[in-house]
């Protein structure tokens, strides 16, 4: 998943795997966005729970 920073526009990547475990963690939570930081200015960018259902594939039932 790739989003840009609102401040410099930077291009920040979000592995997979963080991006899984940010949403399980929102749901455990009750919160509604992930706090990504920027490598570049530093700048905190929030990233939506929507989003982040659109991003990671629903776990199939072994």
């Known amino acids: 998943m790739q989003i ?5 526009g930077w291009s920040i990547q979000i592995k997979k ?3 899984e475990f940010a949403l399980e963690a929102l749901k455990e939570s009750g ?3 992930y706090n990504v ?3 570049k200015c530093r ?4 990233v939506s ?4 259902e659109q991003t ?7």
Not at 49 to 52: K, N, T, Y
């Open 43 to 46: 700048n905190t960018n929030r």
């Open 17 to 19: 795997e963080e991006a």
């Open 49 to 52: 729970l929507e989003q982040l």
């Open 31 to 33: 919160g509604n966005h």
């Open 56 to 62: 990671v594939p629903p776990k199939q039932a072994e």
């Open 4 to 8: 840009r920073c609102y401040r410099c």
């Open 37 to 39: 930081r920027c490598s």
